[in-house]
């Protein structure tokens, strides 16, 4: 799709994608991302579950350092998701992350089949996270902004292995949880935390 909208001349082209729905701890994490047409990166990304965590690094590297790239990210903190509910808190880190760009857009594609509520035309791309280089890009810079603040977590609230499942309900994580009680950045409103 997004190689289509570039031939009919949309332009600039954003990219959404978010990290840590699933989780039972942490934030959610939405990016967006506007590559310029001819940008080299756009041939290298891939949808960052696909990636080793130091290719994704060495990729985000280069995305958020190269000055033709226009990206942005939002985050909405466990209280926030526990408020509104995961999906409402999605769709909000989105949002806020489009509008946080220095460059409105004239078209966001998003991955998965829900859209935030943005001022321009807005496409749902099922699995554009595989797709779309924008949208892998911006799966690029949420997973790994995401997993930066779960390792910082780590160092607030020993004992839970922020690090090593970033949240995620492993067995680890789940076993802590009943050894040590949540911990503040935990969603209340999940099954398995309270």
Not at 15 to 30: I, K, T, Y
Not at 78 to 89: G, K, P, S, Y
């Amino acid at each position: 799709m997004e190689d289509m909208l570039h031939a009919q001349g949309v332009a600039p082209l954003c990219g959404v994608d978010e990290a840590g729905r699933g989780p039972l701890a942490g934030p959610v994490v939405a990016a967006a991302v506007i590559f310029p047409p001819d940008s080299e990166l756009r041939l290298l990304v891939r949808d960052s579950k696909s990636l080793s965590p130091g290719r994704r690094l060495s990729l985000y590297t280069r995305l958020v350092s190269s000055p033709g790239v226009a990206w942005s990210v939002a985050v909405k903190d466990a209280r926030f998701i526990d408020e509104v509910n995961i999906l409402n808190a999605t769709l909000a880190a989105m949002k806020e992350a489009v509008m946080g760009l220095p460059t409105s857009p004239a078209c966001v594609l998003v991955d998965g089949n829900v859209k935030p509520d943005v001022a321009c035309t807005c496409h749902a791309v099922v699995r554009g996270d595989t797709t779309e280089p924008s949208v892998m890009a911006a799966s690029i810079i949420a997973k790994v902004t995401r997993d930066r603040i779960m390792e910082d977590m780590d160092a607030l609230y020993p004992g839970y292995g922020f690090s090593r499942h970033k949240g995620y309900p492993t067995a680890e994580h789940r076993a802590a949880i009943v050894r040590l009680g949540p911990c503040a950045i935990h969603r209340r409103s999940f099954r398995g935390v309270s």
